[in-house]
């Protein structure tokens, strides 16, 4: 029996994990794929092919000389037919290598198992691998293995939660690819210097719980922790209060208090890729929703368009009047189907019109809700009356930057304020303000 952890403040949300059991299904290759040179928090890539150039799987396509990005690859073999702006997943044009593919799937000749190194090579050897978090945060996955020399690092925590609705592809992994968990968690633990690895998994993927727990028993490499299901508890921060009761300070990273976290697909990737040499070039989606006609969970390559990939789940059973890419707490609305599976999409959506209503606001009756479900300490009412107000400098004072944009607040409002909405208005102003690109601090898992 796990004693179950949790953390301060979230909200009981309805998790809709209706595609729990449908075992993952792998997409045939699509006519096209359009890779963006953007698919991770970070410097963009610059194309490495040209129009008109032939391109193996596994091919490096695009990369940047800067640390904090991460390099991509050809899901498929093909030509590459053009070179261009393309409407991407999180709503902005990024420049992305389109390829129609010749069905042949030729492999690319420099895939091989790399060899393990010392640490510095390794994280240089999974940098070429194009890994970022695919728990949706993107953030590349070298990065987090580099902390500074002067932080010590003595826990690993490997983030299995899955809180956001309908998302189940980190469940999937547990269940189907449960021994290259572990080997990815032997890596990464190694790399990073952890004394400890912790397994963290929510209360409602007992079959998971159970799988871990017969696992730790035969080889006590690794600990589980048990999570009360409450979102929302995979980001990070709540994560690793929960597991560990270290708070990371305001502004601060986890390899402050001596933690690095990483999604389970991620360490279960590392694992293959240490194998078999092969880049990032597929993922697993779940696809859910009402106005789907055949939920599931779908291994797509990268690039794979998201009209291609709910024609493979049987299209719709009435047109969709949202389609997310994410969970409905943090994911983001599409405008076109035309737009790519990218490394970091774990879930697409498609909701009918009654799911995807947007409630109509009403005053604020100072109820206080908003404030004890806020996971980071914020008073949410504040801050959406100052920006109401275009009082930005109020909306600054109560710590509108620390907005994780989780969605509680609004989530358990009675008045339906549009509350995260204010806080991403409110972080748009301070960011143009100090002439910086919007940054989400942190991501939900
Ligand atoms: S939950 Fe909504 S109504 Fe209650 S205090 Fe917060 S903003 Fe106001
Ligand atoms: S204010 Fe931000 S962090 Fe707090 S509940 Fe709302 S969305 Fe989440």
Redesign the pocket.
């Given at each position: 029996m796990v004693l179950l952890k949790s953390f301060k403040g979230g909200a009981h949300v309805k998790y809709y994990k209706g595609t729990h059991g449908n075992a993952t299904v792998t997409m045939p290759v699509p006519a096209k794929a359009v890779i963006p040179m953007l698919q991770h928090i970070g410097a963009v890539c610059t194309p490495l092919v040209k129009k008109g150039d032939m391109v193996k799987v596994g091919q490096k396509i695009g990369d940047s000389e800067a640390f904090v990005s991460s390099p991509a690859h050809s899901s498929v073999s093909g030509v590459v037919t053009d070179i261009k702006q393309y409407l991407c997943p999180g709503g902005m044009e990024v420049m992305s290598v389109e390829i129609e593919t010749d069905g042949l799937q030729e492999l690319w000749e420099g895939i091989r198992p790399p060899d393990r190194l010392d640490k510095s090579a390794m994280v240089k050897v999974i940098r070429e691998s194009g890994i970022v978090g695919l728990g949706g945060a993107g953030f590349p996955t070298h990065v987090k293995l580099s902390p500074p020399p002067e932080k010590s690092i003595d826990i690993l925590i490997i983030n299995g939660a899955e809180c956001e609705p309908y998302i189940t592809s980190d469940y999937r992994e547990m269940l189907e690819n449960t021994d290259d968990i572990l080997e990815g968690i032997d890596i990464v633990k190694n790399i990073v210097g952890a004394r400890k690895a912790y397994i963290a998994i929510e209360s409602n993927k007992p079959a998971a719980l159970r799988l871990f727990q017969g696992k730790a028993g035969s080889c006590g490499e690794f600990g589980i922790v048990g999570l009360k299901t409450r979102y929302p508890q995979g980001a990070e921060k709540q994560l690793i209060y929960a597991a560990t009761k270290r708070k990371v300070p305001a502004g601060g990273l986890p390899s402050d208090i001596g933690v690095v976290v990483q999604n389970i697909n991620t360490v279960s990737f590392i694992a293959k890729y240490m194998r078999t040499g092969m880049p990032l070039i597929s993922r697993r989606i779940t696809v859910d929703g009402s106005a789907v006609k055949s939920p599931g969970n779908v291994e797509a390559l990268i690039g794979t368009q998201l009209k291609d990939v709910f024609d493979f789940c049987g299209g719709f059973t009435e047109k969709p009047a949202k389609v997310i890419m994410g969970g409905p707490m943090m994911g983001v609305a599409q405008f076109s189907l035309d737009a790519p599976v990218l490394k970091q999409s774990n879930a697409i959506l498609a909701l009918n019109a009654g799911d995807a209503i947007l409630p109509e606001e009403s005053v604020c009756i100072r109820c206080g809700r908003?404030v004890t479900?806020?996971?980071?300490n914020?008073m949410?009412l504040y801050i959406n009356a100052g920006v109401m107000m275009r009082d930005f400098d109020s909306a600054k004072k109560y710590n509108a930057n620390d907005?994780?944009?989780?969605?509680?607040?609004s989530y358990v409002c009675p008045a339906k304020r549009h509350?995260?909405q204010s806080?991403k208005v409110a972080k748009t102003e301070f960011a143009k303000k100090e002439r910086k690109p919007v940054m989400i601090d942190d991501r939900v898992n």
């Open positions: 908003c479900a806020c996971p980071m914020l949410p907005c994780m944009e989780c969605g509680c607040c509350l995260v806080m």
